[in-house]
T-cell receptor, first 110, second 113 residues
Framework: EDQVTQSPEALRLQEGESSSLNCSYTVSGLRGLFWYRQDPGKGPEFLFTLYSAGEEKEKERLKATLTKKESFLHITAPKPEDSATYLCAVQGYNFNKFYFGSGTKLNVKP | EPEVTQTPSHQVTQMGQEVILRCVPISNHLYFYWYRQILGQKVEFLVSFYNNEISEKSEIFDDQFSVERPDGSNFTLKIRSTKLEDSAMYFC???????????FGDGTRLSIL
């Protein structure tokens, strides 16, 4: 069965303290792994797509990487405005649906 | 930047009543989706829609649920006879092609009394 597990569930950082979020997955024939940011009361906001192992994508303080079993979202020198829940989703052979993880709730203190 | 819009933002309905949630996907997108998120839980897939028909549905999407694209812009989710456990945030999403990222609306919070 296709599954996505994210860790940690919650992460508290001081402003400027870099860290990484993990997304482990099992899926039949990965078509894509997607990272989203979700603010309270809002829909998921698209950040990155990764399609194959070894691929990396960057945007401002965020960098996403992908291996055959997991993806990492690295946050470098985070700011309070980076506080949100970060969701990982995978798409397998059946591209009609995404499987979401439970998310990592990031809180960055000034 | 084009976005997915959903209405209403909050819907309160009595148990057993019918409810219709509305979505306007991004205009040149071809694939449409509904997801739900119960408070504190993960985002769950409900249904995908392409070429005017359902392409995939989850076990959650039973006979009480239906989707429709009544015109060239709207995409709706109908729940025929709501239950307390239908209370959740419902998100609409669209994508240009099947393997492209899905873009989400801000959701409709459905509260069943």
């Amino acid at each position: 069965e296709d599954q996505v597990t994210q860790s940690p569930e919650a992460l508290r950082l001081q402003e400027g303290e870099s860290s990484s979020l993990n997304c482990s997955y099992t899926v039949s024939g990965l078509r894509g792994l997607f990272w989203y940011r979700q603010d309270p009361g809002k829909g998921p906001e698209f950040l990155f797509t990764l399609y194959s192992a070894g691929e990396e994508k960057e945007k401002e303080r965020l960098k996403a990487t992908l291996t055959k079993k997991e993806s990492f979202l690295h946050i470098t020198a985070p700011k309070p405005e980076d506080s949100a829940t970060y969701l990982c989703a995978v798409q397998g052979y059946n591209f009609n649906k995404f499987y979401f993880g439970s998310g990592t709730k990031l809180n960055v203190k000034p | 930047e084009p976005e997915v819009t959903q209405t209403p933002s909050h819907q309160v309905t009595q148990m057993g009543q019918e409810v219709i949630l509305r979505c306007v996907p991004i205009s040149n997108h071809l694939y449409f989706y509904w997801y739900r998120q119960i408070l504190g839980q993960k985002v769950e897939f409900l249904v995908s829609f392409y070429n005017n028909e359902i392409s995939e549905k989850s076990e959650i999407f039973d006979d009480q649920f239906s989707v429709e694209r009544p015109d060239g812009s709207n995409f709706t989710l109908k729940i025929r006879s709501t239950k307390l456990e239908d209370s959740a945030m419902y998100f609409c999403a669209s994508s240009g092609q099947g393997s492209q990222p899905q873009h989400f609306g801000d959701g409709t919070r459905l509260s069943i009394l």
